[in-house]
């Protein structure tokens, strides 16, 4: 069906007291497109940026930290900026003259991340928390866009503009809407609601595998962190002692090339959770709480819990877009916990890395026993929170040969079965969690 998309200017009713945290929204904004488009534009000594991932890869990080922003809001900044860069390497290849994108007009783009729409009113994200704003519809609707499209039923809200006219001192939200009067359509939309919620769990460490997944996936390489992290560290140490100018700016590119070689094996680790997430039909991924790790767990070094917390945010802001939720759980008891039946004990260790349960005998790695014990946990709260009262969505744990509910229910996968290898063998060792 051919898609019918309509743009609606609306009034908006901004309380008087949330006006500024729009116009610090706005400012924020701008900022990350004009950072972004100053990184990328690099003409004519050099090629210019026009990819969405290498911008975001590059600049995410840095902009989450100076600026108060969303991540969705973040990444749209970007986005908008590499979108004018590559028109305007269109227009370079035209044989036109152009230059690097500057943005400096009243806009911030908004879509279901960053606000929720509704026939009346947007809630829109600011820097400050959310702004209700009503929207000042006119008496008599029906002949205007406003009642043909914003109150339409059969148009769904798109990515829509914010925008602010000076002279009149008034918002303005430009609502794009699409019309959706396939009912096949809306069927698939309600029913991804409803949909089956699966947990994937996630076990990060300092040595061995860098994650290891509840389906047995064993990710990234800490080890190889850890030495190349040495290496540097003794090159430093002796470039440090040289103490002269050319040292010192000599330790500042390797410390620049040192952290890139470790975003690129974040960011590759990250792409393998969610390619497991998306094999499993994920709905969710769930990190054990980073805060305080250093003081909770042994041989965490400053390096590690950086390293964490960027793998965590490379993999929260690339779930957004696939409609993966990413959360955390408290770690406790994660590690001594029996995945199998549930014995809880200091001594359930066997070494560093192998889990014996002392009760049942089940044995295994012990980061993927804990990451079927993460999953668990982010189960249980789906389970208990308020959104499982929306019909009873079911909630089941992913695993290496199939899902698992809390109450212990298996459901093998196909592909599994087929695969017969699996050390999950569901009948002996999965059931009665
Ligand atoms: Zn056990």
């Known amino acids: ?8 200017k609306v009034k908006l009713n901004v309380p008087t007291n949330r006006c500024d ?37 590059a600049l995410y990080e840095r902009l989450r930290d100076e600026t108060d922003l969303t991540a969705n809001l973040v990444q749209k900044g970007i986005r908008r900026a590499i979108e004018a860069t590559k028109s305007g390497v269109a227009r370079l290849k035209n044989g036109e003259t152009t230059s690097q994108p500057h943005f400096d007009a009243w806009s911030v783009v908004y879509d279901k991340r960053s606000a929720t729409f509704h026939r009346d009113h947007v809630s829109l994200s600011t820097v400050n928390g959310r702004v209700e704003c009503p929207y000042v519809i006119p008496d ?45 359509e ?26 290891v997944t509840s389906t047995g996936a064993f990710i990234g390489n800490a080890d190889k962190m850890n030495h ?27 410390d620049d090339r040192e952290r890139r070689w470790v975003q690129d094996e974040l960011h590759c680790a990250s792409n393998e959770i969610l390619t497991e997430a998306r094999k499993h039909s994920c709905t969710h991924v769930v990190f054990e709480d980073l805060t305080d790790i250093r003081k909770r767990m042994a041989g965490v070094k400053r390096f590690h819990a950086w390293a964490f917390r960027c793998l965590y945010q490379y993999v929260e802001y690339k779930a957004e877009a696939l409609r ?41 790695n012990a980061d993927y026993n804990a990451s079927k014990n993460i999953a668990r946990k982010l189960l249980k709260r789906l389970h208990s929170g308020p959104t499982s009262s929306d019909g009873g969505a079911p909630c089941q744990c992913a695993l290496k040969s199939g899902t698992l509910t809390l109450n212990g229910e298996f459901h093998a996968s196909v592909s599994s079965t087929v695969e017969g290898e699996s050390t999950d063998k569901p009948t002996t060792e999965i059931v009665g969690y």
């Open 21 to 57: 945290d729009l116009h610090q929204t706005k400012d924020q904004f701008l900022h990350c497109a004009n950072t972004t488009a100053e990184w990328a534009w690099r003409h004519p000594d050099e090629y210019c940026v026009t990819s969405k991932q290498q911008a975001e890869n």
């Open 228 to 254: 190349r992290r040495r290496e540097f560290e003794k090159t430093r140490g002796s470039m440090q002692q040289a103490g002269t100018r050319s040292a010192h700016l000599a330790i500042q590119s390797m």
């Open 186 to 211: 809306r069927a698939a939309v309600a029913s991804s609601d409803a949909e089956h919620r699966t947990v994937l769990g996630v076990d990060l460490n300092v040595d061995g595998s860098l994650a």
């Open 140 to 184: 008599d609707p029906e002949q205007t866009p406003i009642g043909e499209y914003l109150l339409n039923e059969d148009y769904e809200f798109r990515e829509s503009t914010l925008q602010y006219d000076r002279s009149s001192e008034t918002f303005y939200f430009h609502a794009r809407m699409r019309r959706t009067t396939d009912d096949y």
């Open 1 to 8: 069906m051919e898609d019918v998309i309509r743009t609606v």
């Open 324 to 364: 993966i939720g990413v959360e955390q759980v408290s770690p406790a008891y994660t590690s001594q916990r029996c995945s199998k039946c549930g014995f809880t004990d200091e001594m359930n260790r066997r070494s560093k890395h192998t889990f014996a349960c002392q009760k049942c005998e089940y044995e295994l």
